[in-house]
């Protein structure tokens, strides 16, 4: 029994089923109030001296905030909420059917946790984009053979999108502050987390396959064995490397000086 499992058979009992259901309509709710009232958002943001201060519920209003759409304001951007928010529902309905809800649940709860120090310890501004990619990247790793179509027109497979998408995230990573990496490793801490174990495994079974397949071939064909010998002279590949060996019409293999001729042989 992993250490999932006996947390799940202590604690699965209180795990929130449609998690991701619930995150999805707060986010729709916060924009709506937004669009209201504009500075409502900067009583949400993940704020370290506020929570201190006794503002304790920033630490899960952040995740409601539709940051990764921008301010609201311009015409598109109802659309493209609209996108990310189905494309989340979509991902987080995925997730629990494969998890469950109670693994979802812990997966979402250690990017917070993790985002939170970040936070606390490093100042990091938190951007709820990397945590919904952390959640992505989950779904591509049980679905990677999965097709989606971008914009509704483009199909690509999930897995090249999730290699896409890491490729952005390293890039920021090399080249942005030390607060952005601390974000972008805490928010992807449960990744790791989760599937960290499960890659090393892999590596390692692909790493004793291939030793595996190495030795086998090795002890099948001994060095001192030929692939190739005249049925006249009995010359091998082994004793004249500069010989060629062709199967004549008998079945049996020569040397091309010994091959015998088309007339020979029928006769």
Known sequence: MTWLDKLEHRFGRFAVPGLIRII????????ILALINPGFISVLT???ARILQGEVWRLVTYI???GSIGAPGSMMQPLWLLLALWFLLYIGDRLEHAWGAFRLNLYFLVGMIGTTDAAFLFGARFSNAMLASSLFFAFANFYPEEVI????ILPAKV????????AFLL???????????????AAFANYFIFFGPEMVRAARHRRQTASRR???EEAARPENESLHRCATCGATELTNPNLEFRVSRDGEEYCLSHLPSAQKVEV
Not at 149 to 152: A, P
Not at 159 to 166: C, D, E, N, V, Y
Not at 171 to 185: E, Q
């Open 64 to 66: 409601f905030i539709p």
């Open 214 to 216: 190495q030795r086998f």
């Open 149 to 152: 179509y971008i914009m509704f």
């Open 159 to 166: 897995k090249w999108l999730a290699w896409i998408s890491a």
């Open 171 to 185: 890039l920021g990573f090399l080249t942005s502050t030390n607060s952005y990496r601390m974000a972008l490793i």
């Open 46 to 48: 993940l704020d370290p």
């Open 24 to 31: 999805v309509a707060l986010t729709a709710l916060v924009y």
